[in-house]
Nanobody, 123 residues
Framework: VQLQASGGGLVQAGGSLRLSCVAS????????MGWFRQAPGKEREFVAT????????YYADSVKDRFAMSRDNSKNTVYLQMNNLKPEDTAVYYC?????????????????WGQGTLVTVSS
């Protein structure tokens, strides 16, 4: 499985961005897809994940009321709508996917990683 993320950029605090991630290859094996992020000098952290078959979404507490994740099965694509962005949201955002029956909320549960897309939020 290959994951291609896009949509990062520079935005002012309070603004919005939408990230996209397209999966290709053996996508039938995927159980979940999601997003992690890594800020400079920090460890990679979970952002959101969606269970591919039924659409159940889990969010990190830090983004729960501001970010919304969705999917388009016909396009093998997931989206992360990020609203009311804050400077602390600045990070490289990574698309991730897992084929095991887990929530995909931990790095250890991820089988596939996409390249990162940089999100910079200015104050």
């Amino acid at each position: 499985v290959q994951l291609q993320a896009s949509g990062g950029g520079l935005v002012q605090a309070g603004g919005s961005l939408r990230l996209s991630c397209v999966a290709s290859g053996h996508t039938f094996s995927l159980y979940n897809m999601g997003w992690f992020r890594q800020a400079p000098g920090k460890e990679r952290e979970f952002v959101a994940t969606i269970r591919w078959s039924v659409g159940t979404v889990y969010y990190a507490d830090s983004v729960k009321d501001r970010f919304a994740m969705s999917r388009d099965n016909s396009k093998n694509t997931v989206y992360l709508q990020m609203n009311n962005l804050k400077p602390e949201d600045t990070a490289v955002y990574y698309c991730a996917a897992g084929s095991r029956r887990t929530t995909g909320a931990r790095s250890s549960e991820i089988d596939y990683w996409g390249q990162g897309t940089l999100v910079t939020v200015s104050s």
